[in-house]
């Protein structure tokens, strides 16, 4: 038992090490200047989140679509249990599917992520809906996404805002499986 713990442990120092490294990869030596509100990369040890992208409702006032791929570099598992997106009033874990060969779409209370595996969210799968937009957003602009996990780690990125034609699946014309997002 005190050995499993300690390889655990260990394994979870490696996984922290990776992190740091992915995420400096990024980052300049000089400081940085407070010049916008995008912010770098900010997780979790364990986690690491790339590719992340916004795509816009198809009216103005519609909700949004972020996608990202995550993987989970540490020893144990991880389960995501919010998301907000910065802009938006709030949000939730969405997963696409089909129901009586409908597109439907289900709010997912929470998500694992076994260790060492990558989920993605992509268009027609996984998807964090963003909600009640606060104000319009630039196409090519960029705003942040924060996961929160079950324990209360956090995982803080930029997503790059897309126009709503980048993105299959209409928002605004799906099943909805009874929930309104318009409120
Ligand atoms: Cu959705």
């Known amino acids: 038992m005190m050995i499993t713990k300690s390889i655990s442990a260990s394994m979870?120092?490696?996984g922290l090490a990776l992190v740091l490294t992915a995420c400096g990869g990024e980052a300049t030596q000089e400081a940085p200047q407070?010049?916008?509100a995008t912010a770098d990369t900010d997780c979790a040890p364990g986690v690491a989140v790339t590719n992340g992208w916004l795509a816009l409702g198809a009216v103005e006032g519609n909700?949004?679509?972020v996608y990202f791929d995550l993987e989970n570099t540490g020893a144990t598992?991880?389960?995501i249990r919010s998301a907000s997106v910065m802009g938006f009033g709030s949000a939730q874990l969405h997963q696409m599917g089909e129901w009586n060969l409908?597109?439907?779409m289900d709010?997912?209370?929470q998500l694992d992520v076994p260790a060492g595996e990558t989920v993605k969210f992509e268009p027609g799968?996984?998807?964090v809906m963003a909600m009640e937009p606060q104000e319009?957003?630039?196409v090519g602009s960029e705003t942040e996404t924060t996961l929160t996990f079950v324990g209360g780690d956090k995982c803080s990125f930029p997503v790059e805002v897309r126009a709503a034609g980048d993105e299959p699946m209409n928002h605004a014309e799906g099943e909805h499986d009874g929930m309104d997002h318009a409120e």
């Open 12 to 14: 979870m120092s490696l």
């Open 34 to 36: 407070d010049t916008q």
């Open 63 to 65: 909700p949004a679509a």
């Open 77 to 79: 598992s991880r389960m």
């Open 102 to 104: 409908q597109p439907s």
């Open 107 to 109: 709010e997912l209370m």
């Open 125 to 127: 799968s996984l998807h």
């Open 136 to 138: 319009p957003l630039e």
